[in-house]
């Protein structure tokens, strides 16, 4: 399985970005799609998470600006970011739950990160 993501880049602060993730490979089922972020010399931390039952959950700091969405059919998950803030500078990284085939346990796949950078 193999994640790649799109959309990162610089913005100024109180613009929009929208990333996505897209999974390919041997895919049964996907449970948790989630975006985690790491600022420079800070530990990685979960940004938003949304499960198959469309259930989101978010940091404290994201919440109101950030919105995770996910395409099934499309193995794809998406972070809209708006109200941007110089904070949210960091590499951003897709993770998704995924059982490699019916007789197969879920796993942890990550994606290989995207920058984004918001000046003030």
């Known amino acids: 399985v193999q994640l790649v993501e799109s959309g990162g880049g610089l913005a100024q602060a109180g613009g929009s970005l929208r990333l996505s993730c897209v999974a390919s490979g041997s895919i049964f089922s996907i449970n948790t799609m989630a975006w985690y972020r790491q600022a420079p010399g800070k530990q990685r931390e979960l940004a938003a998470a949304?499960?198959?039952?469309?259930?989101?959950n978010y940091v404290d700091s994201v919440k109101g600006r950030f919105t995770i969405s996910r395409d099934d059919a499309k193995n794809t998950v998406y972070l809209q970011m708006n109200s941007l803030k110089p904070e949210d500078t960091a590499v951003y990284y897709c993770?998704?739950?995924?059982?490699?085939?019916?007789?197969?346990?879920?796993?942890?796949?990550w994606g290989q990160g995207t920058q984004v950078t918001v000046s003030s």
């Open positions: 993770k998704q739950v995924v059982s490699p085939a019916y007789y197969a346990g879920p796993r942890d796949f």
């Open positions: 949304i499960d198959e039952g469309g259930n989101r």
